[in-house]
């Protein structure tokens, strides 16, 4: 099975960085993606990760860790429109290819 | 075109109703998914076909009965629901099935009202 960890509430200041993360356990890792998801909207896709490091993209960069079962997803230069659900899904190597979400953290961007 | 299609965005149904909901997507993706998400929660899977085929069935009741006519298309066939199935229902899909899927693109959802 699969156990994902996020924490539930962040509050960071506009302008400013916040680092989102999320630790995870797995009989199979073939993956990690974030998803971000304002309230009453369907989740989008802003990152993956399959092989240790980090990856940039514009104001978001994601980092993996396989062998801690660690990420982070990295926001920088934060703007209010960041307020949204942020949810990391790992997904298995068995199981069809399963991905099972964590249940999100609530990111809150004030001015 | 990037968008998967759901209809309809809101439905209210008792609970002797039969209804369906719909999703469609035209990106050539081989894989579509249902997804149920309740307020403060992260979605669900419930069903996932691969290549028309139903794939994966998270132990979902038998009121929700699912379809894939075709490779664009999925449905969720609702049937005698309970309140508690009151939700967000999530269509997505994705490139590929399995462990080489890619992203999943969602739909914007139904939300499900069952009285």
């Known amino acids: 099975g699969q156990n994902i960890d996020q924490p539930t509430e962040m509050t960071a200041t506009e302008g400013a960085i916040v680092q989102i993360n999320c630790t995870y356990q797995?009989?199979?890792?073939?993956?990690l993606f974030w998803y971000q998801q304002h309230a009453g909207e369907a989740p989008t896709f802003l990152s993956y990760?399959?092989?240790?490091g980090l990856e940039e993209k514009g104001r978001f960069s994601s980092f993996l860790s396989r062998s801690k079962g660690y990420s982070y997803l990295l926001l920088k230069e934060l703007q209010m429109k960041d307020s949204a659900s942020y949810l990391c899904a790992v997904r298995s190597n068995t199981n069809a290819g399963k991905s099972t979400f964590g249940d999100g953290t609530t990111l809150t961007v004030k001015p | 075109d990037t968008e998967v299609t759901q209809t309809p965005k809101h439905l209210v149904m008792g609970m002797t109703n039969k209804k369906s909901l719909k999703c469609e997507q035209h990106m050539g993706h081989r894989a579509m998914y249902w997804y149920k998400q309740k307020a403060k929660k992260p979605p669900e899977l419930m069903f996932v076909y691969s290549y028309e085929k139903l794939s994966i069935n998270e132990s979902v009741p038998s009121r929700f009965s699912p379809e894939c006519p075709n490779s664009s298309l999925l449905n969720l066939h609702l049937h005698a629901l309970q309140p508690e199935d009151s939700a967000l229902y999530l269509c997505?899909?994705?490139?590929?099935?399995?462990?080489?899927?890619?992203?999943?693109?969602f739909g914007e959802g139904s939300r499900l009202t069952v009285l």
């Open positions: 797995t009989s199979g890792f073939n993956g």
């Open positions: 990760n399959v092989l240790d």
């Open positions: 997505a899909s994705s490139q590929d099935a399995g462990p080489s899927a890619g992203e999943l693109f």
